[in-house]
């Protein structure tokens, strides 16, 4: 006989407390209870009864599976235009305060010094979007009628709001009064379909062509940035020239570390801004997920109008510099940001990673590749499929991954990021990792196998090269 467990009364105990004084005062409450539970539940139905007719009827209450996916694509349209064409107005900062705009002019249109050809514009990693462009502009080029070595055809490139990234405000008289950025200035580029730098917008991608400290150090007042880093404008512009193409440092305004201790940049790798639906966190090292990291960026780096809040960056001994200046108490008096975060982020997860070209990967090595990237290798055991990120918590220390914790130690997390490798073909200038300390990601591979000893040969090697290529 199976013996009653602690909370339960024998049979003879349960019929004594049946004919109890006090069990009967407590089956009369819960009868009670019991009545005034139904009583409630009929008076939320005659409510959802009420509150229904009203839903199917006349109010928007109601959301159908059309009106669903009219929001979806709603959002996806308004985060577009976000993405594509918003400065937040940090005008106040770039043209403002930085003057940047008076540089790009140049002083025969207003500004100073030489100011920026297209030619200048182009070789520093600006695109033009080639569906902003009249006819008659395209024809002109096409013919070689139009001299990119005038600033003034830059500022005509600006008006047509076709410099992607880059947003120009201009006075009634024509002249270029101040100057914004955009999200699509480091996470888009072009496919160059008219000519080098030319083309159809590319979103999500990263641009690995853009100079970001070489045009920020074109800026004639530089003395807020040195100032704001306890430093002088000479050593801003040194930090600035040492980021190179495809490199930005988005914690170089909250720590002050401006290179490594091996003496190279602290900068990092411009990433993608594709594939990142599903994915965990949005950065390398974790900040956090897509739309805190628009957030961030738009107040913090792009130094536009809005409100952000993180009270990590009062750590003074992490973040000396944020913790000094509030930045995780941003609160501008007209928040031109927050609102836009929803449709920017919906956009953003909508970006799929580009598939790969066919015939840019050896089709039966990418097969072999697969098999070992499931098998022998191990990759699948973090780089899960379909995000090739880890579901939930995929965050590292360095030590597991056999590098350093330097840039990890930047962040909040201390942690690496289990990177998502769908697209990988298409950011491969620049190098792989974070900091691009892999040159290529033959050299990916051959670190991963030398730090797990996979005993991979080098045919296996190239194998799972071609497979990477091929995602």
């Not at 096409?142 to 076709?162: E, F, H, I, Q, Y």
């Not at 510099?321 to 995780?328: L, R, S, T």
């Not at 108490?329 to 970006?351: F, G, M």
Request: hydrophobic content about 40%; some cysteine.
């Amino acid at each position: 006989m199976a013996k009653p467990q602690d909370h339960e009364k024998p049979p003879e105990v349960a019929a004594l407390a049946k004919h109890h004084p006090r069990s009967r005062h407590r089956r009369r409450t819960v009868a009670a209870l019991a009545i005034l539970a139904l009583a409630g539940v009929l008076a939320i139905g005659s409510q959802t009864t009420a509150v229904s007719s009203g839903i199917f009827g006349s109010t928007t209450a109601y959301q159908s599976d059309k009106d669903v996916e009219e929001h979806a694509e709603d959002l996806v349209k308004a985060g577009r235009q976000t993405f594509r064409f918003d400065t937040f107005g940090d005008q106040a900062f770039w043209g403002d305060t930085l003057n940047l705009h008076q540089a790009i002019a140049g002083s025969a249109n207003g500004g100073v010094g030489p100011g920026v050809s297209p030619k200048t514009a182009l070789a520093v990693g600006l695109k033009v979007d080639v569906d902003a462009l009249p006819a008659a502009t395209r024809d002109a080029i096409a013919a070689g009628n139009v001299d990119l070595d005038d600033p003034a055809v830059t500022l005509a490139l600006l008006k047509l709001n076709s410099v992607v990234g880059v947003k120009g405000f201009f006075a009634s008289d024509g002249s270029l009064r101040s100057v914004g950025i955009e999200c699509a200035l480091c996470h888009s580029t072009v496919d160059d379909s008219f000519a080098p730098g030319i083309g159809k917008r590319l979103d999500g991608w990263a641009n690995r062509d853009l100079n970001v400290g070489a045009i920020v150090s074109l800026s004639p007042n530089l003395k807020p940035v040195a100032d704001l880093l306890h430093t002088d404008v000479p050593t801003v512009k040194t930090v600035l020239a040492a980021w190179g193409p495809g490199k930005f440092d988005a914690e170089l305004f909250l720590d002050g570390k401006a290179f490594r201790p091996d003496g190279k940049t602290a900068a990092t790798l411009i990433p993608p801004a594709f594939g990142l639906l599903g994915v965990n966190q949005h950065t390398s090292t974790g900040w956090g997920s897509v739309t805190y990291w628009n957030a961030f960026v738009a107040n913090l780096e792009m130094h536009g109008q809005g409100t952000f809040y993180d009270p990590r960056l009062d750590d003074a001994k992490q973040f000396p510099i944020a913790a000094e200046n509030g930045f995780g108490h941003v609160k501008a008096p007209v928040d031109l940001i927050s609102s836009k975060l929803p449709a920017l982020q919906a956009y953003q997860l909508a970006l799929a990673a580009p598939k790969a070209p066919q015939g840019s990967f050896d089709a039966v090595a990418a097969a072999r590749g697969k098999r070992l990237f499931m098998g022998q290798a191990a990759c699948s055991s973090c780089h899960v499929a379909p995000t090739f990120s880890e579901p939930g918590f995929n965050m590292h220390r360095g030590g597991e991954i056999g590098i350093d914790n330097f840039q990890a130690n930047r962040s909040p997390t201390h942690m690496y990021r289990t990177s998502p490798l769908a697209g990988l073909w298409s950011h491969q200038k620049g190098g792989f990792y974070h900091d691009g300390r892999f040159a290529d990601l033959g050299a990916v591979v051959r670190h991963y196998n030398t730090t797990f000893h996979l005993g991979l040969t080098t045919a296996q090697q190239k194998d799972l090269v071609e497979y990477l290529k091929s995602l």
